[in-house]
């Protein structure tokens, strides 16, 4: 079965650049959705289609999808953007969606 | 606006049949290129995908859980009902429905979500 595997934590300073990262097979070829999940809440969309924001994320949140790697940029971070953090890809051999293992962002 | 809200029981036992209602409003599922979703998520682990209906009636399962797994749609009475059999302490988890869209095939993604409703199986 299809796997997205994402690193269990990354941490950042207030104020600088975080990048989790997604890997998975032939990845550029498919669609990657990301969401956030504060502690608590459900999971929110941020981007889709690789590289599109729905309308409300803030334009600091960014993404990209090659080399088989996509990869969620968050700019300027915040300490309220500590949460986890998914990445999502549709599948077709079997037909399903797939969810990344999750990383857990910590501002420090 | 759209939005979902899950309901249903909180403690099973096992063996027994889990039995989810999600309620929307804000789209119909007769749109073209629209869907929900049922994902869940264990205390403390990660998000797991179980069962997509899209707007046409097609119907997508995981393929760990599929022969445990059945969802309907009523568009008239805006929900829609995910159904898993033969619980077990592993099922315990909190369950989301979420709305997703799909422009172009293989793009879906769950743009709204319900508030989740934790379901423990224990005897």
């Not at chain 1, 300027?76 to 999750?102: H, K, L, W």
Request: charged share 15%.
């Amino acid at each position: 079965s299809y796997e997205l595997t994402q690193p269990p934590s990354v941490s950042v300073s207030p104020g600088q650049t975080a990048v989790i990262p997604c890997s998975g097979d032939n990845l550029d070829d498919r669609y990657t959705s990301w969401y956030q999940q504060r502690p608590g809440q459900s999971p929110v969309l941020l981007i889709f289609q690789d590289t599109e924001r729905p309308s409300g994320i803030p334009a600091r949140f960014s993404a990209s999808n090659s080399g088989g790697t996509a990869t969620l940029t968050i700019s300027m971070t915040q300490p309220i953007d500590e949460a986890d953090y998914y990445c999502q890809v549709r599948v077709n051999s079997p037909p399903a969606v797939v969810f990344g293992g999750g990383t857990k962002l910590t501002v420090l | 606006q759209i939005i979902l809200r899950g309901s249903g029981p909180t403690l099973l036992k096992p063996t027994e049949t889990l039995t989810l209602t999600c309620a929307f409003s804000g789209f119909s599922l007769t749109s073209s290129a629209v869907g929900v979703g049922w994902i869940r998520q264990p205390p403390g682990k990660a998000l797991e995908w179980l069962a997509l209906i899209y707007w046409d009636g097609d119907k997508r399962f995981s393929p760990s859980l599929k022969d445990r797994l059945s969802v309907s749609a009523d568009n008239s009475q805006r929900q829609v009902v995910l159904t898993l059999i033969d619980v077990d302490s592993v099922d315990t988890a909190t369950y989301f429905c979420a709305h997703f869209t799909y422009p172009y095939p293989g793009s879906e993604a769950f743009d709204s979500w319900g508030q989740g409703v934790l379901v423990t199986v224990s005897s």
